[in-house]
């Protein structure tokens, strides 16, 4: 079955770090793009990251750009997304999801998004 | 970033009616390609999003086929035959072409 497990969720201050990994089971790991969508409290999606299958290229939404690290370890089946410099608005549910944005030859594709975790919890407050 | 509208916000709908969602694009959502990366999420209450259609009109596996996607440029529109009980949920419509990617604001369905 295919599976995303995502965890590391919590209570952040306002400025702080948070990491999220996320594991991947059930398919191989190493051939997909992957991401992290966010929701906040009672709001829709937002795409936040990618990265590519090898992990040599990362993309970020302007919110989340220079603040938030996205990596991944085919070895291990995991990808995370390290977040710093937290703010009250980045408060929401974060899901890794398989598939997201690539460029191939200059061209923005975003493909998949076609197995979702089940979600972490990410709150920012003092 | 493309703005994806969806209508309407809340759709209340009867069981083994049918029920239509509408979202529009501000720009084209044809690709560099001739593809049109237009695919709609089905989130039933405390889950995470399912991805229902993807390109327009392609059901994703498992995805029973009562629900259907169709559109072309800026007006898409996902349509159930006939509502069932697990059908209730936030639909969220979600565009692919254009960097960023970028979501609808969803539409509520829930049973009248």
């Known amino acids: 079955e295919v599976q995303l497990l995502d965890s590391g969720g919590g209570l952040g201050q306002p400025g702080g770090s948070l990491r999220l990994s996320c594991t991947a089971s059930?398919?191989?790991?190493?051939?997909?793009?992957m991401s992290w969508v966010r929701q906040a409290p009672g709001r829709g999606l937002e795409w936040v990251s990618s990265?590519?299958?090898?992990?040599?290229?990362?993309y970020y939404a302007d919110s989340v750009k220079g603040r938030f690290t996205i990596s991944r370890d085919n070895s291990k089946n995991t990808v995370s997304l390290q977040m710093n410099s937290l703010r009250a608005d980045d408060t929401a549910v974060f899901y890794c999801?398989?598939?997201?944005?690539?460029?191939?030859?200059?061209?923005?594709?975003?493909?998949?998004?076609?197995?979702w975790g089940q979600g972490t919890t990410v709150t920012v407050s003092s | 970033d493309v703005v994806l509208t969806q209508s309407p916000l809340s759709l209340p709908v009867t069981l083994g009616q049918p029920a239509s969602i509408s979202c529009r694009s501000n720009?084209?959502?044809?690709?560099?390609?001739?593809?049109?990366?237009l695919n709609w999420f089905q989130q039933r209450p405390g889950q995470s999003p399912r991805r229902l259609i993807y390109?327009?009109?392609n059901r994703a596996s498992g995805v029973p086929d009562r629900f259907s996607g169709s559109g072309s440029g800026t007006d898409f529109t996902l349509k159930i035959s006939r509502v069932e009980a697990e059908d209730v949920g936030v639909y969220y419509c979600?565009?692919?072409?254009?960097?960023?990617?970028?979501f609808g604001g969803g539409t509520k369905m829930e049973i009248k």
């Open positions: 990265i590519s299958d090898t992990g040599g290229d990362t």
């Open positions: 390109a327009v009109s």
């Open positions: 059930g398919f191989i790991f190493s051939n997909y793009v």
């Open positions: 720009q084209s959502l044809v690709h560099s390609d001739g593809d049109t990366y």
């Open positions: 979600m565009q692919g072409t254009h960097w960023p990617p970028t």
């Open positions: 999801v398989k598939g997201g944005v690539s460029f191939l030859r200059g061209t923005f594709y975003c493909y998949g998004l076609d197995v």
